[in-house]
């Protein structure tokens, strides 16, 4: 395919101007040199593409004279398998559901929430719920149980013995430094007690037994005060004991109900006359209640308690004293009154002790008129 004459690496002669007009004349005159020609171009082409196939391996790509540049969103090689690099395959999905449903943690529920508290956390739980929402005071008080006389007692105890604790050790008590430290536990004291007091007033309270031996007990916490030489608490001792001794006047004069004193067994009111001969214009139910309350002062020896509560008050309880007293002189009296009464209706049965219960009148019955029937 080569034709003669032709050698590696050589190139064409130059053509000159003479041959380039010689040739272009003899174009159409000799066409066999002119193909020649051709076919000796195409050898060197030929020629020069081996040449290079020889310099230039086949299985390499050509190279890029540029580096290039690192690219963040380029994805990154992936490991082959047959590389002699061992790679461990992590797993697909790390969070795999479980058959088991999940269990996640929860508050306590209320019930058991208010059964765990400690007495002074339910007591501020409940106090900010009745600040938050003050509407609920009403639905707390119907719910609430009643306080006892027990629980009261041992209430104000300990806000009496916080101020006995908050004394200074070395002051005198009783001076205007003990008082101007106690101060606000004493007037924490005595908001609490203004609250008791009321609550165990009529008609919240209709057990008369209740209320006197409640007033008896913080007639004495007031008693047992430090007697401070300030002006301001002298007078605010004096102001409790006047309301303190209208409180037991108060509770004295209430009509009291026949079913909480039964265990007095009092004699039957239709056994007392109410005649016009005796001086007394009350009414059965008037007397009925002056016994019960003479038998109370018996039972709770209140004329005694309260001798002493006025000798300490300066005589703030004198008029509670007179009355009791008015009282039981209106009951002895009825007593007399009705023994009296009694002995002459006595003499006049013939019964003995059955003449109170049976009375038989005899005018109708006579030895004549039985005989003549």
Request: hydrophobic content about 35%; charged content about 20%; aromatic content about 8%.
């Amino acid at each position: 395919m080569i034709s003669t004459g032709f050698h590696w690496g050589s190139s064409s002669l130059p053509v000159t101007e003479d041959h380039k007009h010689k040739s272009g004349n003899e174009d159409n005159s000799n066409p066999i040199i002119t193909s020649t020609s051709a076919l000796n171009s195409i050898h060197n082409t030929a020629g020069t593409v081996s040449a290079s196939s020889k310099t230039i391996p086949r299985s390499l790509p050509p190279m890029n004279d540029k580096k290039r540049k690192f690219d963040d969103k380029a994805p990154s090689p992936i490991p082959s398998t047959t590389s002699s690099r061992k790679y461990h395959e992590l797993p697909t999905n790390r969070n795999k559901k479980s058959k088991t449903p999940r269990i996640l943690g929860q508050v306590l529920p209320v019930p058991r929430l208010i059964e765990v508290l400690d007495h002074k956390s339910l007591q501020s739980l409940l106090q900010n719920l009745v600040d938050l929402h003050p509407e609920i005071s009403n639905t707390i008080n119907n719910l609430s149980p009643k306080p006892s006389v027990k629980d009261s007692m041992e209430l104000l105890q300990v806000k009496f013995n916080d101020i006995i604790n908050h004394l200074p050790y070395k002051c005198d008590e009783e001076s205007d430094y003990s008082y101007l430290r106690i101060k606000p536990l004493l007037n924490e004291f005595l908001n609490c007690l203004s609250d008791f007091i009321l609550n165990f007033l009529p008609p919240i309270e209709h057990n008369i037994i209740n209320s006197l031996n409640f007033l008896h007990f913080i007639t004495n916490l007031i008693h047992n005060l430090p007697n401070f030489t300030s002006n301001e608490f002298q007078y605010t001792k004096m102001m409790a004991y006047e309301q303190i001794a209208n409180t037991w006047f108060i509770v004295l004069t209430q009509n009291i109900q026949g079913i909480e004193i039964d265990d007095y067994m009092l004699p039957p009111v239709s056994n007392i006359p109410s005649t016009e001969s005796n001086q007394f214009e009350t009414s059965n139910e008037s007397i009925e209640n002056s016994i019960k309350l003479v038998k109370i002062i018996e039972e709770l020896d209140l004329l005694q308690k309260l001798s002493k509560h006025n000798e300490l008050a300066l005589d703030k309880f004198k008029n509670i004293i007179e009355f009791l007293k008015f009282e039981i002189n209106q009951v002895e009296t009825f007593n007399h009154i009705y023994q009296q009464t009694a002995d002459s209706s006595a003499s006049s049965s013939t019964n003995g002790v059955f003449g109170d219960l049976i009375t038989v009148d005899y005018s109708n019955f006579s030895i004549s008129a039985r005989t003549s029937h």
